[in-house]
């Protein structure tokens, strides 16, 4: 491998920039979709909607009622297939003979005589998460929405999503926004933390109902407990006790107040989607901003993202691809780069532990 | 059709690697060789973007233009030797195949459907059977709710039953047609062959169905090989159908996108009956982990979907425990520091360790999975004898071939050999080799079509030749004198050494230059294969020819400070670096620790204040300058190995061995 050609990592950081995202509901959710393609769309509005998967009962109508044949319940039969059904309707009846539903759910099919119902489960809706227009649907999973803003991409969230404006903690810190605080300025807020996430946080999170919480870190063994959290929580460095970089919180000082979409998104194999926050940030229609690059090729001058090391969070320059391998200090002999931070200080990074902004 | 040009690209989860083997004065070699990331994920999720990356660095390199000017390889070869003659994909990425296996009895259908999917990428979520205790309605939502990509159904021998695999085969359908899925899962058919008008039947218009031959066509015989076979191309189907780009990519590639595991098994088959002796291969990847073997005669494949250096690095740790990585650490660790390292790792799968505290984490988590990976495997190697004591001596292994990052992306030769003797303990003389550009995948495919060009390109030298290693069992003394080593080079050169025990030795010989050794052991209870001395003819590697006195089992101190020093130690003998001091800090309790994506290291009360701190180590080792100083590994350079004297012979080896 020569470094001439290395296309780096990305995680987005961009004060402005044209967003393009998939909204699709889960492989195993049937659902509808909401939206044409070409309809502008606010970030609350439902993209699609479905129902997760639920156990299913079989019931052996044909020998509850003795029938000979299977196509002897038709006659029998009070509901059809795809019928909502309560708990101890009726579903087949012959003279004083009775079968009633044990769910509430709906008629899933009929087969070979038996009645199969599906216990009803859970809605789920898929909200677009931005302001934009539908520029692509795909029938019964979702829709593809492109719109305008800034977005900074964290590194896991606990599965959640929320809408709100986003505000920077208090100077005395996350814990100090009680009921006062709450009812005025943060109520319904995101709200961003520049330390890492504790155990009191994040009870102060539940029981303060906030909605949101973007924050540096959080200690792996809160993981589960930052799971069961009711508000969405992104965490933008990692895990450990890493405090929030200075670009990052640069960025989120750019933005404080403003609306914005927080995508929790637990990162998993083979998910495109990034924990991310979308904040909406006035723009001149007449100059449309342009689309992520997403074939930056690393090069001497190229501003980078360390994702590791001693200096992990920082941002800086690229001044020297070396052409061959360098020792570093740990022994490995691998492919570097050689990046100045904003102090003045070089250091030597790996070219797999550097990330571009996508700007 | 000619099959003399070839192009082979391997997917991994965080690399995509690409070669070309072509002709060179009549004999296959691979002539060129590139990696790029893959691109399956955020921001593209196309992996075709990263293969024509990958693809446009081999015209690079060659000057030779491969794809068409909107991406297409082109085939076959034309005019001015554009494109190629034949273009093969492999891949081992995201996540492995759902499958519930249905079947009549534990023992008989189902194991053997279960040892079929072997060599496939398949996580079996559920096992439905004849003898199970659930109901049919529970039987209905195992299947349902499983969100399954694959349901694999198997029973009955040949002159067997049909009825109730014709019961199970229809509540099955029933359930396919309750999942309303966009794609719904496959079905692959290995169960008494009379049944199959029947089954087509069922699953009719529902989705794609795949017949195998029957896995148990008799109680007393077992059939796998068309059923994994068929497993291979569902495994094709639904890496086409699951989007990424694969579709596009199967659409160009001659055998479609197949699973690198299978080759895995079937270079495994081949080495070990061309060299008569125990092959092992051991790929540690970013999401799954493969181990292949050959030993005595018996070829078996463990995959473990659950563990990988990047991806399921946290999943790993479960897996093998927390304990199996501390013990490979040289400092103190608390259950959230590993776990925090881990999580990270998952989180930025694709990044290197920078400093000497993560590099140690990072290994001990390689040698972790390794060695759970063999414990995996080896049971299999002797289906006849229990053989999953830890503590047994390895039966001896003629030659042992790392891939993944991780094993091969050192950067020093020294330190892979050193991470594959940790973790898999061989005895005796073992070749150790490196498949870095994932030659492997590509080779297990050609041979289907090309057997000629797999002979001859590994015999080549395509794989990266580490060394000869010889271990020394039973407990040498470190600092006593236990081994009497002698080289004797082809131009008749003979150097002598006496060696100590506990060490690591790497001793000059250049890759492609063999030698005959001779070893003496010197110590009671010391042995080299079993024996007093052994005398071999070895073949050198950028590593040379590797002595490990440090016994076997490897006897790895408990005392946290003696195994500080034992490690930093093996380090420096692999890489002939000075030994890392190991800060006191490392070794003493802490107080409250804190960890950053890279390190766990104690802060100041300064520190915490600032924002957007950054970590720094109490304690640093002496930086070096940009490129590094001390003492280099020996790098040498690539030459052609010497060609085989029996190719005919060992060509039909493997056109007798494989498919």
């Known amino acids: 491998m020569t470094s001439e050609v290395y296309f780096p990592e990305h995680r987005h950081l961009l004060p402005l920039t044209t967003i393009r995202r998939s909204r699709m509901l889960p492989d195993t959710v049937s659902g509808d979709v909401e939206v044409q393609r070409g309809l502008r769309i606010s970030l609350l509005d439902v993209v699609a909607r479905g129902i997760s998967p639920a156990p299913y009962k079989l019931l052996d109508a044909m020998s509850f009622f003795g029938l000979r044949q299977s196509k002897d319940l038709e006659s029998i039969l009070r509901v059809s297939e795809g019928d909502e059904v309560e708990i101890d309707q009726v579903l087949a009846e012959k003279g004083r003979k009775k079968m009633t539903s044990p769910v509430f759910g709906r008629v899933a099919y009929f087969w070979h005589g038996q009645i199969v119902l599906q216990a009803y489960a859970d809605q789920v809706e898929l909200q677009a998460g931005l302001n934009g227009t539908v520029i692509d649907v795909r029938i019964g999973r979702g829709a593809v929405i492109e719109g305008y803003g800034a977005v900074l991409q964290g590194v896991w969230g606990n599965n959640r999503n929320t809408i709100g404006i986003l505000r920077i903690e208090p100077s005395n810190g996350l814990e100090s926004v009680y009921n006062d605080a709450l009812d005025t300025e943060f109520r319904g807020a995101i709200i961003v933390t520049r330390r890492p996430l504790r155990e009191y946080t994040l009870q102060m999170i539940q029981s303060q109902g906030l909605v949101g919480v973007i924050a540096p870190s959080i200690a792996p063994s809160l993981r589960e407990a930052a799971l069961a959290t009711s508000a969405a929580i992104l965490l933008i460095e990692g895990f450990g006790d890493i405090r929030m970089s200075t670009a990052a919180m640069q960025f989120f000082e750019s933005v404080d107040g403003r609306q914005a979409a927080l995508d929790a998104v637990t990162p998993a194999l083979l998910d495109a989607r990034r924990p991310e926050v979308l904040i909406n940030v006035p723009f001149d229609p007449n100059n449309r901003p342009s689309t992520p690059n997403l074939n930056v090729v690393l090069q001497v001058g190229l501003t980078v993202r360390l994702a590791r090391g001693e200096s992990a969070g920082a941002m800086g320059r690229i001044i020297n691809l070396p052409k061959t391998p360098v020792l570093m200090d740990n022994g490995l002999r691998v492919q570097c780069a050689q990046v100045e931070l904003a102090t003045g200080e070089k250091i030597i990074a790996p070219l797999a532990n550097l990330e571009v902004s996508g700007a | ?659």
Do not use: C
């Open chain 2, 1 to 659: 059709m000619s099959d003399n040009s070839i192009l082979a690209v391997d997917f991994g989860n965080i690399h995509t690697r690409a070669l070309l083997i072509d002709l060179v004065e009549g004999a296959f070699r691979l002539v060129a060789r590139a990696d790029e990331r893959t691109t399956s994920g955020f921001p593209t999720n196309d992996v075709g973007i990263g293969m024509r990356r990958v693809i446009s660095k081999l015209s690079a390199q060659t000057g030779r233009k491969l794809l068409t000017d909107d991406g297409r390889v082109i085939t076959p070869e034309g005019n001015d030797r554009v494109g190629v003659d034949v273009f093969l994909t492999t891949t081992s990425v995201g996540r492995p195949l759902r499958t519930v296996v249905i079947g009549l009895f534990p023992e008989m259908s189902i194991a053997s459907m279960i040892r079929a999917t072997a060599g496939t990428y398949i996580n079996v979520v559920d096992v439905i059977s004849v003898e199970d205790r659930r109901t049919t309605e529970e039987h209905l939502n195992a299947i349902a709710l499983a969100d399954p990509d694959l349901i694999a159904i198997a029973g009955g021998t040949e002159e067997g039953a049909t009825t109730p695999i014709l019961e199970q085969a229809r509540l099955t359908r029933l359930a396919l047609r309750l999942m309303h899925r966009a794609l719904p899962p496959s079905i692959i058919y290995a169960g008494n062959s009379a049944l199959r008008p029947q089954i087509a039947a069922i699953f009719e218009g529902a989705t794609q169905i795949f017949f195998a031959d029957n896995v148990r066509p008799s109680l007393l015989r077992e059939n796998i090989d068309d059923a994994r076979a068929k497993l291979a191309i569902a495994f094709d189907s639904f890496t086409e159908q699951r989007g990424l780009g694969f579709d596009e990519v199967g659409f160009q590639a001659r055998l479609g996108v197949l699973p690198n595991a299978q080759s895995y098994e079937t270079i495994a088959r081949y080495l070990g009956a061309a060299t008569r002796k125990g092959v092992l291969l051991a790929d540690v990847g970013s999401a799954v982990s493969t181990m292949s073997a050959s030993v005595n005669g018996v070829v078996s494949t463990t995959i473990r979907t659950d563990m990988g250096l990047g991806h399921q690095a946290d999943s790993a740790l479960d897996a093998v425990g927390l304990d199996k990585v501390r013990a490979w650490l040289p400092f103190i660790a608390s259950d959230e520091d590993i776990r925090a390292y881990m999580l990270n790792k998952t989180l930025r799968p694709g990044t290197i360790p920078q400093i000497h505290r993560t590099l140690y984490m990072e290994h001990a988590l390689l040698r972790a999975v390794l060695s759970t990976l063999l414990k995996s495997a080896r049971p299999l190697w002797t289906p006849e004898v229990a053989l999953d004591d830890q503590r047994e001596a390895m039966p001896p292994l003629g030659q042992i071939i790392g891939a993944g990052s991780g094993i091969t992306g050192t950067g020093r030769p020294g330190m892979t050999a050193m991470l594959l003797l940790d973790a898999l303990e061989p005895v005796g003389v073992t070749r150790l080799q490196a498949d870095a550009n994932a030659l492997i995948p590509a080779m297990g495919v050609l041979a289907r079509i090309n057997p000629t060009a797999v002979v001859q390109v590994l015999d080549a030298g395509g794989l990266e030749d580490i060394g000869t290693a010889i271990s020394l069992e039973g407990t040498p003394r470190p600092g006593r004198a236990v081994a009497v080593v002698t080289i004797t080079t082809e131009n008749g050169g003979a150097e002598k050494h006496t060696l100590e025990g506990g060490k690591i030795y790497l001793l000059p010989l250049s890759i492609g230059i063999t030698a005959k050794v001779r070893v003496q052991v010197r110590g009671r209870g010391l042995t080299v294969g079993g024996r007093r001395g052994v005398r071999a003819e070895v073949v050198g590697g950028s590593a040379g020819v590797i002595i490990d006195t440090r016994g076997r089992p490897l006897p790895l101190e408990i005392n946290l400070k003696a195994r500080a020093a034992q490690i930093v130690g093996w380090y420096a003998d692999a890489t002939g670096d000075a030994p890392f001091e190991i800060p006191d800090a490392w070794l003493t309790p802490p107080e409250p620790v804190e960890a950053n994506v890279e390190t766990v290291l104690p802060r100041d009360a300064a520190q915490q204040d600032r924002i957007g701190s950054v970590v720094t180590e109490s304690s640093k080792p002496p930086r070096r300058g940009m490129f590094g100083r001390g003492r280099s590994d020996q790098k040498g350079t690539p030459v052609p190995m010497q060609q085989n004297n029996e190719p005919e012979g060992e060509l039909d080896d493997l056109r007798s061995l494989l498919p």
